[in-house]
């Protein structure tokens, strides 16, 4: 069983900044890339940033400059930093990792339970 816990959501003004953590935890493996996603009421769930093991990332063009991911690879955490905050960006965080099972070696794709962020102008 492997399971992916964000903590870190949480309400803030407008040019603030949070930061969002998720462990995984589990029968794992190895990691590839872990990553945030995000989903506003109404809307589809879009991508926000990724990391990958090497540490190659990639950011929304929405995002940038303004957030940033990383990993900690010993504790199979990944971060995101969110600075300058605006009421768009309030929606449900979402990490999720691609990760190899050391049970049966197979490669999935978790997703955790989500955070709220909710950016107040």
């Given at each position: 069983q492997v399971q992916l816990?964000?903590?870190g959501g949480g309400l803030v003004q407008a040019g603030g900044s949070l930061g969002l953590s998720c462990v995984?935890?589990?029968s794992i493996f190895s990691i590839n890339a872990m990553g945030w996603y995000r989903q506003a009421p109404?809307?589809?769930?879009?991508l926000v940033a990724t990391v990958t093991s090497g540490g190659t990332?990639?950011?929304d063009d929405s995002v940038k400059g303004r957030f940033t991911i990383s990993r900690d690879n010993a504790k199979n955490?990944?971060?995101l930093q969110m600075n300058s905050l605006k009421p768009e960006d309030t929606a449900v965080y979402y990490c999720n990792?691609?990760?190899k099972r050391s049970d049966n070696f197979?490669?999935?794709?978790?997703?955790?339970q989500g955070t709220q962020v909710t950016v107040s102008s």
């Open positions: 816990v964000e903590s995984a935890s589990g109404g809307k589809q769930r879009e990332t990639n950011y955490t990944v971060y990792a691609h990760l197979v490669s999935y794709a978790y997703w955790g």
